[in-house]
């Protein structure tokens, strides 16, 4: 009997478009033979719907239009699974082995949905709640990044609450450029280059349209660097990759376009250098509490410093996403990594049983 897995895509994000398209390739990429896969939608709006429609339409952001029933995940464990609607209204209970969140960004990546999954008992894939709220938090995130002894950018923190001199008393002695973030948005939504104070304001303002917290990062002298990272007791890393940038920012444009930036897989750099990265990178994802998988992010400077930069716990997916293709340089398939994620979350959840 195959394994009844849903698969939650869209979600109440700026980065709902993505997350179409990455559920399209996991389902794609599922085992028909070993899988049946049960498709959950999540507008714009944040209603949940149990997708009948045909998966092209979910690629065109037309799968509204067909066929779906209203839906939730029961957070009740006897369900372990959905409650859906008939078109009379009654309420169906259908039960699943295990969740996929194809969800990038707020109420999504961020321990929402993996705390539902928790209360409801059912296996999901990735990272923990603690891990996805941990390192959704760019503030956070650097702390324990610190804690666990690697380097990181030197930043400031604003909160919506400071008054206006606490703020100004906070960006005292930055040294320019540095680049104002929200601290819990996602493909850099909101993020703006600053190369003067004069320029810090109106940046701050556009960040504080996004969060409530916003970090204001002091620029790295060097390139980004990342690390694809599988597993919980034992981990498995990817190969490491590089980005190449022809503009200052890796936009939300760039991420998923690459008009003007490339991505090299494997990273210019030696064999000796390329292996510390990788120690790197399982140092954090062990201080970050991660598990199942995240794409660890770094920065490498031209004295061969790694600088944390951020721990993405739901990579993108995508045909030309980084975490895959870094698994596939390591000689690990597209289909092998998502048997193997879902494999890693059922054994997450029973030792959660246990305990």
């Known amino acids: 009997m195959n394994m009844k897995l849903v698969v939650l895509f869209g979600g109440a994000s700026s980065e709902y478009s993505v997350s179409l398209q990455s559920a399209i390739a996991v389902m794609e990429a599922l085992d028909p033979e070993k899988y049946e896969i049960i498709p959950v939608g999540i507008s714009k709006d944040g209603k949940w719907f149990r997708y009948y429609g045909e998966r092209q339409a979910i690629a065109e952001n037309d799968w509204q239009k067909q066929e779906c029933r209203p839906a939730f995940l029961s957070p009740d464990r006897s369900v372990h699974g959905l409650v859906w609607l008939k078109e009379d209204g009654t309420a169906v209970t259908e039960y699943v082995d295990a969740v996929f969140p194809v969800l990038h960004g707020k109420h999504g990546e961020d321990g929402t949905v993996q705390g539902l999954c928790e209360l409801a008992g059912i296996p999901y894939v990735g990272c923990g709640t603690l891990s996805s709220a941990l390192c959704m938090d760019k503030d956070l995130a650097h702390v324990a990044a610190k804690a666990a002894g690697v380097a990181v950018p030197g930043y400031r923190v604003l909160q919506s609450y400071m008054t206006p001199d606490e703020k100004t008393k906070a960006c005292e002695g930055l040294e320019y450029p540095v680049f104002v973030k929200p601290a819990r948005a996602g493909s850099s939504y909101g993020i ?11 940046a701050i303002v556009l960040a504080f349209e996004h969060d409530s917290k916003v970090v204001i990062e002091e620029a790295i002298d060097g390139f980004e660097v990342g690390c694809a990272v599988l597993g919980n007791q034992t981990l498995t890393v990817g190969e490491v990759d590089e980005i190449e940038l022809h503009s200052d920012v890796f936009d939300f444009h760039e991420k998923y376009t690459l008009e003007t930036s490339r991505i090299h897989v494997p990273a210019r750099v030696s064999r000796k250098k390329a292996e510390e990265i990788k120690e790197t990178a399982r140092i954090l994802y062990r201080a970050l509490e991660c598990q199942g998988m995240a794409r ?21 997916f995508t ?31 029973k030792n959660r049983d246990i305990l």
């Open 192 to 202: 703006t280059k600053v190369s003067t104070a004069e320029q810090l304001d109106a």
């Open 296 to 316: 660890v992010d770094m920065f490498l400077t031209p004295e061969g410093t790694i600088v944390f930069n951020e721990v993405n716990t739901i990579p993108g």
């Open 319 to 349: 045909s030309h996403s980084r975490y895959p293709n870094m698994m596939k340089a390591s000689g690990i398939s597209f289909e092998q990594l998502l048997d193997t994620l879902v494999e890693e979350a059922l054994a997450v959840q």
